[in-house]
């Protein structure tokens, strides 16, 4: 008879680590929060009342069977407090995680001279934004954090673009003969989860003519705390040159 030998691999017969994922951490965690709060509660109110109970009605109830009965009270009271502060810490976690995705239109551009005059003359304008905008992300209220202006024209020079300032100006307005004075680093209100926020925002754009009527593009961008840069593009809106005026004001 002949036999085959057959070679076989051998078998790796050693255990593989056991990993805890951070889940599991985090729930040996959770319940080692229930240890002080149990010792809180048996230390303190628990043992006023079970000592009231044992000295009001020594008749009715033994030691042994309220200390147990506390033990259990303990322990349910602290497991529901400890989830409630995990449940905290978790909702805290993730509003800071959040990052808020806005939205916007440009409702209007209003564009005007400023006082007293650029060197060279006219070569400076104050452009006045009517914004419309909203978080789409549900989180709680925050405030912009910057604003940036680019107004793109086309000039004899070819494609030029400009920036906005926001301060040392105040701007005065004048629609349909009332008149009203907004500061330039005016801002809108905090944003809202789907709750649109209107307002003005004014920007000083040196190098700027105000008679400029060639205008390829106007963006504004809300850059949020984080950081993110959230562009809004004026399209269909109204453009209305004068109504306003910018004023140098002094800043101490």
Not at 204 to 222: A, C, H, K, W
Request: with cysteine; aromatic share 10%.
């Amino acid at each position: 008879m002949i036999l085959k030998m057959c070679h076989r691999k051998p078998v790796d017969t050693a255990e593989e680590p056991v990993r805890t994922s951070p889940i599991m951490k985090n729930n040996y965690l959770s319940w080692l929060r229930i240890v002080p709060i149990m010792v809180g509660l048996m230390s303190g109110a628990l043992s006023i009342v079970r000592e009231y109970l044992l000295f009001a009605f020594p008749e009715k109830y033994k030691e042994a069977s309220l200390f147990w009965a506390s033990v259990r009270i303990a322990f349910i009271l602290s497991a529901a407090t400890a989830w409630i502060i995990e449940h905290n810490l978790l909702n805290k976690e993730r509003e800071r995680n959040q990052k808020p995705d806005l939205h916007g239109e440009i409702l209007e551009v209003l564009i005007g001279p400023c006082v007293p005059n650029s060197d060279p003359p006219m070569c400076a304008s104050v452009v006045m934004l009517l914004v419309k905008a909203w978080n789409t992300v549900q989180m709680p209220e925050f405030t912009i954090y910057k604003y940036e202006l680019a107004v793109s024209i086309t000039s004899p020079t070819g494609p030029t673009t400009f920036t906005g300032i926001k301060e040392g100006w105040t701007v005065n307005m004048n629609f349909g003969g009332n008149f009203s004075v907004i500061h330039i680093a005016h801002e809108l209100q905090p944003m809202r989860y789907i709750d649109a926020q209107k307002g003005f925002i004014p920007f000083y754009v040196n190098g700027l003519r105000p008679d400029t009527t060639e205008f390829t593009s106007i963006v504004l961008t809300l850059i949020d705390a984080i950081g993110g840069k959230h562009p809004i593009a004026f399209g269909n809106g109204r453009f209305t040159h004068g109504g306003i005026l910018a004023q140098k004001i002094q800043i101490p």
